[in-house]
Each structure stands twice: as structure tokens, then as C-alpha cells.
């Protein structure tokens, strides 16, 4: 079985800085895509930023030159760095790995979801 727990994420002040983490376990042989996607209040959810296995990235417009995300493949962990965040990144953060196990792919994996809020 497999399980993705992420951490970090709350509230922060217009301007400020955010980690969000994500870290997978159980029967992992191999991570392929990751990513990092959002749902505010109302709204559908979106992706945010992404990491192919060859660590290609793809950012959404609205947040190309604040966010960054990395991965670290030791860990099995993938980062969202969230800079300069503006009232409109209030959301509720969702991570997901693409994994291989034993026996092959196994799918795209969630994590539980972080609030993030920032206040104006």
C-alpha cells in the first residue's frame, strides 16, 4: 500500500512564503511525474506546477516566477516553494505522485490536501 502525507501550508500574510511537502511510502520502486494542483472555494481544481521523471517542469500562468517545484527522489518527497503569495492563492493544495511498484505502475497517488490562506 502506498501513502502520500503532506506538511506545511496555513495562513500567511500577502507577500509572504510557503513550503508545502509531500512524502510517499509503502511500495515504491520508482516516481515518475509529480505535481501540485489547487481548488479553491467554488472553483474546479487546477494544477499548479508538475515535475516530469526528467525533472521538466510546467507551471500555471499565475504563479510562473513565485512558485517552484523540486523533488527530492531519495526521500520520495516533491516541494512546492511558494513566494510573494497574494490572496488568490488561497486554496486548498493537493500533491500527487506517479509510482511504480513492485509489479509495475501502481497510478497517480493524493495526498490529504494542505489549506493555504493568505490574508490582504
Known amino acids: 500500500q502506498v501513502q502520500l502525507v503532506q506538511s506545511g501550508g496555513g495562513l500567511v500574510q500577502a507577500g509572504g512564503s510557503l513550503r508545502l511537502s509531500c512524502a510517499a511510502s509503502g511500495n515504491i520502486r520508482r516516481i515518475d511525474a509529480m505535481g501540485w494542483h489547487r481548488q479553491a472555494p467554488g472553483k474546479q481544481r487546477e494544477l499548479v506546477a508538475s515535475?516530469?521523471?526528467?525533472?521538466?517542469?510546467n507551471y500555471a500562468d499565475s504563479v510562473k516566477g513565485r512558485f517552484t517545484i523540486s523533488r527530492d527522489n531519495a526521500k520520495n518527497t516533491v516541494y512546492l516553494q511558494m513566494n510573494n503569495l497574494q490572496p488568490e492563492d488561497t486554496a486548498v493544495y493537493y500533491c500527487?505522485?506517479?509510482?511504480?511498484?513492485?509489479?509495475?505502475?501502481?497510478?497517480?497517488?493524493w495526498g490529504q490536501g494542505t489549506q493555504v490562506t493568505v490574508s490582504s
Open positions: 515535475m516530469a521523471s526528467g525533472a521538466d517542469t
Open positions: 500527487n505522485q506517479d509510482l511504480f511498484g513492485d509489479w509495475g505502475y501502481t497510478g497517480r497517488w
